[in-house]
């Protein structure tokens, strides 16, 4: 079980930080905003991506781009009132 949630919190991270990382600009975000973004980009682009495949696990890269898409689009959403 403690696997599990470090495994969800490492993978938010990751695609948190690949949605900043495609967003130009200062993002005044800290870590735990981006693995709650990387969280719900990871939600999000899994069901997109299960909408378009009857298997996204045959296409990793695909589902692993429409993830960090939607993080970075909530990174854009989320850092542009501050700007």
């Known amino acids: 079980m403690l ?3 470090v495994s969800v919190l490492l993978g938010g991270l990751v695609i948190g930080g690949l949605g900043r990382l495609v ?3 200062r993002n005044p975000m800290g870590c735990l905003g981006t ?3 990387g969280l ?3 939600i999000v682009g ?3 991506a299960r909408l378009l495949y009857a298997d996204p696990g045959r296409h990793v890269l695909l589902t692993l781009v429409l993830e960090v898409g939607v993080a970075a689009v909530l990174v854009a959403l989320l850092s542009s009132p501050r700007r």
């Open 23 to 25: 967003v130009p600009g």
């Open 35 to 37: 693995i709650g973004v």
């Open 40 to 42: 719900v980009g990871a």
């Open 3 to 5: 696997f599990l949630v």
């Open 46 to 48: 899994g069901v997109v």
